[in-house]
Each structure stands twice: as structure tokens, then as C-alpha cells.
Antibody, heavy 116, light 113 residues
């Protein structure tokens, strides 16, 4: 059974930082493009970033470029999202999801709240 | 960016009836080199992550009931639920993966009439 388990969410002040993690099991993690997708409370889905299998390519939505960094550790079957200069509009549930095109597997998500 | 627009925003359908959700992209998501439409559909129930239903516009994901079907090409797509069941109450999203950034429609909420 494939499991993606996110962690690291919480309450942070505007301008602060947070690091999200996603632990993967049950899939060949090193063979997968991986993504972060977020969902603001009561809103729709927004793709945030993705990373190639070997980490050599990374892409971001414009609204997080220069503030967020996606990375992975294939030896640990883990995906990360380093978030800096956080803003109120970054408040959302952050999901990790596998797939280069469509997203086949999703985690349960971790809530990030940016508020003073 | 490719903008995905779904219609309607919500709909209520009687049990056993058909639900139809439309998705329109601001530019074609058809790759003429392989004749594939880069379009997926997801179902999201309250408190749960999205679940992949359909990819390549019409290929049903393993384990998805055959009452769910996808159709369309180019810029106009449809998700049809034939014989709506109570467990189909959810928000449905389309997503294009033809270009980066991947973009989603705003979602369509399906309820029981």
C-alpha cells in the first residue's frame, strides 16, 4: 500500500519559515516525480512545486518562486518543502503527491497557518 | 498559464440520475504528436485528499467505478457520473498537465437532490 505522510505544518508568523516533510512508502520513490499541492481553507487546489526523480529539475508556481524550495532525499524516501518569508495567503493544507503529469497518490496533508 | 474553468460551480442530482460537469481550458491541452489530451479529473470528499478518477481525459484509474467517465478533446471536457450514488457527493476538479504550472479548475460541488 502506498503511503505519503506529510509533517511539519503549524502556526507561524508572517515573514517566518517552516519546513514540510513527506515520508513515502510502498512506491518506488526514486522513480517518481514528486509534487506539493496546496489548498487554502474552503478553496480549490493549487499546484505549488515539483521535482524530478534525481532532483535535477525543479519547478514552482510564480507566487512562491524565490521563497519556497523543494528538495528530496531518495535514500530516505522523503520529500521536503522549505518555506520562507511566509505570508497570510500561504495558509493552506499542503499535500505531497506523486506523478509527473497527473497526481496518482496523495498524502493526507499538513496544515500551515500564517498568522500573527 | 492555462486557465481551467469548470461549470457549473455546483449541482444537485437525484440518486440514480446523471451528473455532468464541464471543464474548459484557455488553450488546447491536446498534444498533436501523440493525440493525447493532458487532462485529469479528481474527486475530493470532505476532510480527505483528492482522489484521481480519470487521466488522459478518458482513461479511468484502476478501481474507479465505471459509472464515472471522461470525454472531450482540445479545450472542452466533460466528467459524467451515470447513476449517481450517495457516496459520489464530493467536489470534483479538472487539472491540465499539458503545460507548467499544472493548473486546476475551481471545482464543482455535487450534492443529492
Amino acid at each position: 500500500e502506498v503511503q505519503l505522510v506529510e509533517s511539519g505544518g503549524g502556526l507561524v508568523q508572517p515573514g517566518g519559515s517552516l519546513r514540510l516533510s513527506c515520508a513515502a512508502s510502498g512506491l518506488s520513490f526514486s522513480d517518481c516525480w514528486m509534487n506539493w499541492v496546496r489548498q487554502a481553507p474552503g478553496k480549490g487546489l493549487e499546484w505549488v512545486a515539483n521535482i524530478k526523480q534525481d532532483g535535477s529539475e525543479k519547478y514552482y508556481v510564480d507566487s512562491v518562486k524565490g521563497r519556497f524550495t523543494i528538495s528530496r532525499d531518495n535514500a530516505k524516501n522523503s520529500l521536503y518543502l522549505e518555506m520562507n518569508s511566509l505570508r497570510a495567503e500561504d495558509t493552506a493544507v499542503y499535500y505531497c503527491a506523486s506523478g509527473s503529469y497527473y497526481f496518482k497518490y496523495w498524502g493526507q496533508g499538513t496544515l500551515v497557518t500564517v498568522s500573527s | 498559464d492555462i486557465v481551467m474553468t469548470q461549470s457549473p460551480d455546483s449541482l444537485a442530482v437525484s440518486l440514480g440520475e446523471r451528473a455532468t460537469i464541464n471543464c474548459k481550458s484557455s488553450q488546447s491541452v491536446l498534444n498533436s504528436s501523440n493525440n493525447k489530451n493532458y487532462l485529469a479529473w479528481y474527486q475530493q470528499k470532505p476532510g480527505q485528499p483528492p482522489k484521481l478518477l480519470i487521466y488522459w481525459a478518458s482513461t479511468r484509474e484502476s478501481g474507479v467505478p465505471d459509472r464515472f467517465s471522461g470525454s472531450g478533446s482540445g479545450t472542452d471536457f466533460t466528467l459524467t457520473i451515470r447513476g449517481l450514488q450517495a457516496e459520489d457527493v464530493a467536489v470534483y476538479y479538472c487539472q491540465q498537465y499539458y503545460r507548467s504550472p499544472r493548473t486546476f479548475g475551481q471545482g464543482t460541488r455535487v450534492a443529492i437532490k
